[in-house]
């Protein structure tokens, strides 16, 4: 039997990817007047984002393009959320503009760096980078992670809505808004994943340098070897 790049296309977790590509599209548009509409379907793109790696092993359909197709989808949802608290939070937007730098940017590197490097997918990590085998290694942890990262980001969005509840806390005369509350319980896993950042664009800087600096000795070899 061959497989088809139209088969590749049709793969079930690749539709999986397609149906929250339309869910990105649509929390778009409902994220400025409709935060409890933007809730149910932000939370259905992340129940999928579970979904998919699992279809991908049960029916044997893993791939490149469903790989980056995930990530990418991640990165845009992520992204599109931020953007979005920068109309919210207007004093906030440079602290905003910079994580959106860092997460696209040690994302791409990162990913880049696998492929160069000849591994088959960008969560193979060395153990000695302890702290990226941990994130990477166990789904578990993978998932918990950016489960507390996106819904700390959400936390944050929902915040910029007064109208919405507030809960009475204990050793807290006023209530909190309850979004305030979700940003607050999920920090720890948020800051988490900023640091996973800041070291997987580290890790993919250093794999790319010495790439680069392999691929610079064997030119000076062969230059001093047509010399000689």
């Known amino acids: 039997m061959t497989v088809t790049a139209k088969n590749v296309l049709c793969y079930v977790p690749n539709k999986i990817g397609y149906v929250r590509v339309i869910t990105l599209i649509l929390s778009c548009f409902l994220m400025k007047n409709h935060p409890i509409w933007t809730s149910a379907v932000y939370g259905i793109s992340c129940l999928l984002d579970a979904l998919d790696g699992t279809m991908a092993r049960k029916y044997s359909q893993t791939s490149r393009f469903g790989s980056v197709l995930d990530m990418v989808t991640d990165r845009s949802t992520t992204n ?20 959106i730098a860092l997460d696209l940017s040690s994302h791409y ?11 088959e997918s960008h969560k193979t990590i060395e153990k000695d980078q302890w702290l990226l085998h941990l994130y990477y290694s166990s789904r578990t942890v993978l998932f918990i992670i950016c489960f507390f990262n996106e819904l700390f980001y959400f936390g944050v969005y929902l915040s910029g809505f007064p ?9 807290h005369s ?3 808004h309850f979004g305030s509350l979700i940003a607050v319980f999920c920090l720890p896993g948020y800051v988490f ?9 580290n890790r ?5 340098a010495r790439l680069d600096a ?14 000689e």
Request: charged letters at 15%; one cysteine or more.
């Open 80 to 99: 599109a959320l931020i953007c979005f608290l920068c109309l919210i939070y207007p004093k906030l937007t440079p602290l905003f503009q910079v994580l």
């Open 109 to 119: 590197m990162h990913m880049y760096a696998s492929l160069s490097c000849g591994e």
């Open 163 to 171: 109208q919405l509840p507030h809960i009475k806390v204990p050793f």
């Open 174 to 176: 006023e209530p909190v």
């Open 193 to 201: 994943k900023q640091i996973a950042n800041i070291v997987q664009l």
């Open 204 to 208: 993919a800087s250093v794999l790319l």
């Open 214 to 227: 392999r691929d610079a000795t064997q030119r000076l070899r062969c230059t001093d070897s047509k010399q």
